[in-house]
T-cell receptor, first 112, second 111 residues
Framework: QKEVEQDPGPLSVPEGAIVSLNCTYS??????FMWYRQYSRKGPELLMY????GNKEDGRFTAQVDKSSKYISLFIRDSQPSDSATYLC????????????FGKGTLLTVNP | SQTIHQWPATLVQPVGSPLSLECTVE??????LYWYRQAAGRGLQLLFY??????ISSEVPQNLSASRPQDRQFILSSKKLLLSDSGFYLC??????????FGSGTRLTVV
């Protein structure tokens, strides 16, 4: 079983739709959870981050972590064509080890 | 502010040729530095990471090596490229609790 599983999509939605992106993981030691957005031919950029379980909201984006289910989600409200990108989940254990484990990424296209 | 520079952006190299990709970081000291490779359908694969000058950890056996000759410089090398070395190479630095800052990447095609 891979440490982090993420549906690669592709996911295509109309503009204004609510998008739900998800990852599951197997390592219960993961404590820090992140979402990266990667535009085509660019490096990933940090979008959201959360610690342990709970929700975090930033504008149109909401990140959720359910450690009991080993499941994290990213919701995008009122999706825009500019949201079209690959979204990667990432996570790491606590302490001073900053190595991240990434999902494979989900390709999202928002159609105008 | 911290910035990370990575070059070249695109590279086409013949099989058997050497490789040198460079990454430098500005605006921070003693950063943790990482080399990742991203291949289609395979996600981000950690190749090397470094917590200080001369300190390199390898995550997977491969045809590549890394060096950190200066605090804010990280170099990825190969003596003889293979076709399977093709991919998108990303340098990143991370010092905080959350995540990395990635460079803009190098797209390597081995022909």
């Amino acid at each position: 079983q891979k440490e982090v599983e993420q549906d690669p999509g592709p996911l295509s939605v109309p503009e204004g739709a609510i998008v739900s992106l998800n990852c599951t993981y197997s390592n219960s030691a993961f404590q820090y959870f992140m979402w990266y957005r990667q535009y085509s031919r660019k490096g990933p950029e940090l979008l959201m981050y959360t610690y342990s379980s709970g929700n975090k909201e930033d504008g149109r984006f909401t990140a959720q972590v359910d450690k009991s289910s080993k499941y994290i989600s990213l919701f995008i409200r009122d999706s825009q064509p500019s949201d079209s990108a690959t979204y990667l989940c990432a996570m790491r254990v606590g302490g001073s080890n900053y190595k991240l484990t990434f999902g494979k990424g989900t390709l999202l296209t928002v159609n105008p | 502010s911290q910035t990370i520079h990575q070059w070249p952006a695109t590279l086409v190299q013949p099989v058997g040729s050497p490789l040198s990709l460079e990454c430098t970081v500005e605006g921070t000291s003693n950063p943790n530095l990482y080399w990742y490779r991203q291949a289609a359908g395979r996600g981000l694969q950690l190749l090397f990471y470094s917590v200080g000058i001369g300190q390199i950890s390898s995550e997977v056996p491969q045809n590549l090596s890394a060096s950190r000759p200066q605090d804010r410089q990280f170099i990825l090398s190969s003596k003889k490229l293979l076709l399977s070395d093709s991919g998108f190479y990303l340098c990143a630095w991370g010092q905080g609790l959350y995540g990395y800052t990635f460079g803009s990447g190098t797209r390597l095609t081995v022909v």
